[in-house]
């Protein structure tokens, strides 16, 4: 079946890194892509997707590029900030609306100042 | 920022005792998912509709799991008989059903002691 796999955390960063977090995928179908962030006490929230391959997405720093051939999809951010402490997830969807998204196990990151 | 309203945001319930929670999607979103979130942030699906009918649920939920989502009242997650692993976090999920973005609500924090 569909899977997720990315980088086991927690990482633990100082102000001004960079961050990578890894995430491959295992599926037969042509997924959309996404990144999901999670702060203490609240729901995932998008931090953006990518419907398509060799296409990157982007939002507040953050960006990350729909490898289909490497089946990866790994997020990066040149100079993190305290406010970047999360958990972040990878996830799988489908290109159709209705069916359960699949994520990835979740990765912490903590920024110290 | 995601507009899905979950209540309530904690619950605490005894071995046995029905749980029951609620989530009121994004307006405009007739698709509506439930999934749990357990203490190690993997994230299970259990259920999902498309306005009234269920469009896919996993056998946990044909059990002690009941879900609805009646017109012009909230979705409800029902826990007929709780049990100490149901102890979660209850995510409520809300897309367009025309592409396959999913915002979620805070959750539900269900403690069963």
């Known amino acids: 079946g569909d899977s997720v796999t990315q980088t086991e955390g927690p990482v633990t960063l100082s102000e001004g890194t960079s961050l990578t977090v890894n995430c491959s995928y295992e599926t037969k179908q042509y997924p959309t892509l996404f990144w999901y962030v999670q702060y203490p006490g609240e729901g995932p929230q998008l931090l953006f997707k990518v419907p398509k391959a060799n296409e990157k997405g982007s939002n507040r720093g953050f960006e990350a590029t729909y490898n289909k051939e490497a089946t990866s999809f790994h997020l990066q951010k040149a100079s993190v900030q305290e406010s970047d402490s999360a958990v972040y997830y990878c996830a799988l969807g489908d290109w159709q609306g209705g069916r359960a998204l699949i994520f990835g196990t979740g990765t912490t990151v903590s920024v110290s100042p | 920022n995601s507009k899905v309203i979950q209540t309530p945001r904690y619950l605490v319930k005894g071995q046995g005792q029905k749980a029951k929670m609620r989530c009121i999607p994004e307006?405009?979103?007739?698709?509506v998912f439930w999934y749990q979130q357990n203490k190690n942030n993997e994230f299970k699906f259990l259920i999902n509709?498309?306005?009234?009918?269920?469009?896919?649920q996993i056998d946990m939920t044909e059990k002690r799991f009941s879900a609805e989502c009646p017109s012009n009242s909230p979705c409800s997650l029902e826990i007929q008989s709780s049990e100490a692993g149901d102890s979660a976090l209850y995510l409520c999920?809300?897309?367009?059903?025309?592409?396959?973005?999913?915002?979620f609500g805070p959750g539900t924090r269900l403690l069963v002691l």
């Open positions: 307006k405009g979103h007739p698709v």
């Open positions: 999920a809300s897309s367009s059903g025309d592409e396959d973005t999913q915002y």
């Open positions: 509709f498309q306005n009234q009918e269920v469009l896919q």
